[in-house]
């Protein structure tokens, strides 16, 4: 699982009204996610920019997913995609899924279109 939060200290004043005004309640007490942004316990950080933190709690299936998406990369930089590529996880009849494990399909070499489908 990939847990995220908003760094509000690094948030301008506008930001934060900005926030108020779609509901965000802190109680001002430290949460995990704060401890975390503030880097009092240890975490595996996966992306961090002014306003976000993005890091792993551990789990099995985001291990997994993290390893699809990065082999993906891989085989897209292999196949000379530079301009670009789309991943899709096809789910479900609705969704066009015909091989029933999870797979990731590289898509490249072409412009597309969107919406796609």
């Known amino acids: 699982m990939v847990c995220w939060d908003i760094n509000e200290s690094r948030m301008s004043a506008t930001e934060k009204k900005q926030m108020k005004k779609l509901g965000s309640k802190r109680s001002g007490k430290p949460t995990i996610f704060s401890k975390i942004v503030n880097k009092s316990i240890p975490a595996d950080i996966i992306y961090e920019d002014e306003l976000n933190y993005i890091f792993s709690d551990g789990n099995f299936l985001f291990q997994l997913l993290r390893h699809l998406l990065l082999t ?46």
Do not use: C, F, T
Request: charged letters at 15%; zero cysteines.
């Open 72 to 117: 993906a990369k891989k085989v897209a930089e292999q196949e000379n995609l530079s301009n670009g590529y789309r991943l899709v996880i096809n789910d479900g009849p609705d969704g066009a899924q015909s091989v029933h494990h999870l797979h990731i399909h590289v898509m490249g070499g072409r412009q597309m279109n969107w919406p796609p489908g």
